[in-house]
């Protein structure tokens, strides 16, 4: 068998998806990070490679989130993408004609305005993190509930309680008021999906035109009430898309696919990888005020990549070498 | 021996250092400039300045105390209220060196002479005459050595009109060869306040990424004088801050005749201003829905990831929306 993999590695999750040559998801994996990003992506190819049957052909590799860079050097991809390219990328092949995807992941948050398949605007939140998945998930462990029923106790509640939902701070002591005050904890759930949706409506979705058909995804789609929440502020139908958790992870097996279309080889450097040892290290470096935090990754004791370093005298110096060999 | 004024890189540095740095040597001064800005001098800024100034008033703090430890005999800290008629600088930079005065401790002599011609252009022969007495000089020869530097400011100004960047104009006017750039498939307009768009620092090398990524960057500052008033034409209203309408103007003209294939738009945390000229720029834009637009947000923070997932996802969907006419 043949076919592409796709790598998300997020703040909360890292998503890994086998796609065949066809663009049919085969396999997907939903893992936590765990702050602990190489070791998670290399558990998550160990597991990958038990579930493929032994004859399996590895394409291409894309790799996207946050630690896109760091996960790009480790399995050796051939494509390394934003998220945002990625989750419009994976949205606009699954639900085609979709023109609007919102995205709610553990510490990001993000809109996406397509239009006639390509991306037309988009925006993620801002400084603040209210209105992304940590505020539900905070909110949930304060009440005691798993954060995988929060959203069928949520579906419960039919008089949802007005919750400020500006800042997860002053939200969680209006949340405290309300439950002092006795109101019941179904309608307190409701409310803070109601409260989530109206700051991320204001704050990400602010003056972007939101039409159908909509996409919902991220961790966070997995929440039934902030589905409800969605359609009740919108007045449209929401869409969830089967891979609505690792959407991050199909636009990544996308865009590797494309990639390697040229004909290129892939960089791929085989699920063995999971059985190296990587090692991260950082220091200051004190060439000047800045004192940037460089990074060091190193493999089996060899150092293969550096960043971190603002001049780039670092990553620079490394790059130096390998042309060298 | 000469007395050594020091003239912090930053605010209006970007637009008068040539003119202010000319004019101060014709009086008899040796120039001293602060550092490029560093992690260092934005954190001494921000402990010496007010919790309520903006990101560039902390910055500019930082410089202001390079300066005083570099033991220069005076800082040269004119007091900017209007540099055109009828217009007004923000209202922070007019209360700048007081502000200075009262935070910074052992401090040399200040120049703080204002600048002023909202009312009338002749009100600069008493800036030259106030100057000229920390010179000894009398008003004739002040005056005399203003005019003799104001050919270094045009030529600066047709230089930033032929597409140079603040700091490359410097290098020509000193001598230097400009530097060859790099091919380029797209042009984008960077829009925001000189000091925050050029300090390479506060703005995460947001210039140089997109130079990097092949990108031709142009900024309100490489527009003429017509090319900006024929932008804020478009206003119900005159906009009197002399900053925000070159960028108003820049923005809207180059949206206008098509000259580039996406804008952005930095805004300083805290910049009342750019709160405002931000807004506008993005709903004029988005009524035509005909160039991509982008609004990035610059803080303290060092973390560069944020910038950078957002330049990558843009250039990406201009590209992507390129290919797709």
């Known amino acids: 068998m043949k076919g592409y993999l796709g790598i998300d590695v997020g703040s909360v999750s890292t998503n890994i998806v086998f796609m065949d040559e066809d663009t049919h998801v085969l396999e997907s994996l939903y893992l936590r990070t765990n702050g602990q990003p190489v070791v998670t992506v290399q558990r998550g190819l160990k597991q990958m490679r038990s579930q493929l049957p032994a004859n399996t052909l590895v394409k291409g590799v894309g790799t996207t989130g946050s630690g896109r860079q760091l996960t790009g050097i480790v399995a050796g991809a051939d494509a390394i993408k934003n998220e945002i390219t990625a989750h419009a990328v994976a949205a606009s092949h699954l639900v085609p004609g979709v023109q609007t995807v919102l995205e709610i992941g553990g510490q990001d948050s993000k809109i996406i305005i397509l239009r006639d398949g390509v991306v037309a605007d988009f925006a993620m939140n801002t400084v603040c993190a209210a209105g992304t998945g940590s505020f539900l998930d905070q909110q949930a462990s304060r009440l005691n509930i798993a954060i995988e029923e929060f959203g069928d106790l949520a579906l419960k509640g039919n008089a949802p309680v007005r919750i400020a939902g500006r800042c997860a701070v002053f939200a969680e002591s209006d949340m405290i008021h309300k439950q002092q005050m006795g109101f019941n904890l179904e309608d307190i759930l409701a409310g803070l999906c109601e409260a989530l949706v109206r700051n991320y409506l204001n704050n990400v979705g602010k003056g972007k035109e939101i039409l159908g058909p909509v996409v919902f995804q991220g961790g966070v789609a997995a929440n039934v009430g902030m589905r409800k929440a969605f359609e009740r502020a919108l007045g449209i139908e929401v869409q969830i898309p089967k891979y609505f958790n690792v959407m991050g992870a199909v636009g990544a097996a996308l865009l590797a696919k494309e990639a390697v279309s040229r004909g290129v080889p892939t960089r791929f450097k085989g699920f063995s990888v999971a059985d190296r040892e990587y090692k991260a290290g950082s220091f200051e470096c004190d060439g000047c005020p800045n004192l940037c935090e460089v990074i060091e990754m190193a493999e089996s004791g060899q150092v293969i990549a550096r960043w971190g370093d603002r001049c780039g005298k670092w990553a620079t110096a490394l790059a130096a070498r390998e042309a060298a060999i | ?325």
């Open chain 2, 1 to 325: 021996m000469p007395i050594r004024v020091g003239i912090p890189r930053a605010l209006l540095y970007y637009y008068y250092f040539p003119l202010w740095q000319d004019f101060l040597q014709r009086l008899g001064a040796e120039v001293v400039v602060s550092d490029l800005t560093t992690k260092g001098i934005l954190t001494r800024g921000v402990e010496h300045c007010v919790d309520e100034a903006c990101l560039p008033i902390k910055l500019a703090f930082g410089h202001v105390k390079n300066l005083v430890d570099k033991k220069v005999d005076a800082i040269f800290l004119p007091r900017m209220v209007s540099v055109a008629q009828g217009e007004y600088i923000c209202p922070k930079f007019l209360g700048f060196p007081d502000m200075v005065k009262q935070n910074v401790p052992g401090l040399p002599t200040v120049i703080d002479t204002a600048i002023n011609v909202r009312k009338k252009q002749q009100d600069i022969h008493r800036f030259t005459r106030e100057v000229g007495v920390h010179f000894n000089k009398g008003a004739v020869k002040s005056w005399l050595a203003y005019q003799r530097s104001l050919p270094i400011h045009i030529r600066y100004t047709k230089l930033l009109e032929q597409g140079h960047l603040p700091d490359e104009a410097v290098a020509v006017l000193a001598g230097k060869k400009p530097k060859a750039l790099a091919e380029t498939d797209l042009k984008v307009a960077v829009i925001g306040h000189p000091y925050n768009i050029y300090d390479p620092f506060i703005s995460m090398n947001l210039i140089s990424r997109l130079r990097k990524s092949g990108v031709k960057v142009i900024t309100a500052d490489n527009l003429t004088e017509q090319m900006v008033s024929q932008g804020v034409k478009r206003l119900p209203k005159k906009l009197f801050w002399t900053l925000s309408r070159r960028m108003t103007g820049g923005a809207l003209t180059l949206h206008d005749t098509n000259a580039v294939d996406g804008i952005i738009h930095v805004a300083a945390f805290a910049c009342g201003p750019d709160s405002m000229t931000g807004e506008l720029i993005e709903r004029f834009i988005r009524r035509d829905r005909k160039v991509p637009f982008m609004n990035i947000n610059l803080d303290e923070h060092t973390g560069e990831a944020g910038v950078v997932t957002r330049l990558e996802a843009f250039l990406d969907m201009v590209r992507w929306r390129r290919q797709a006419v």
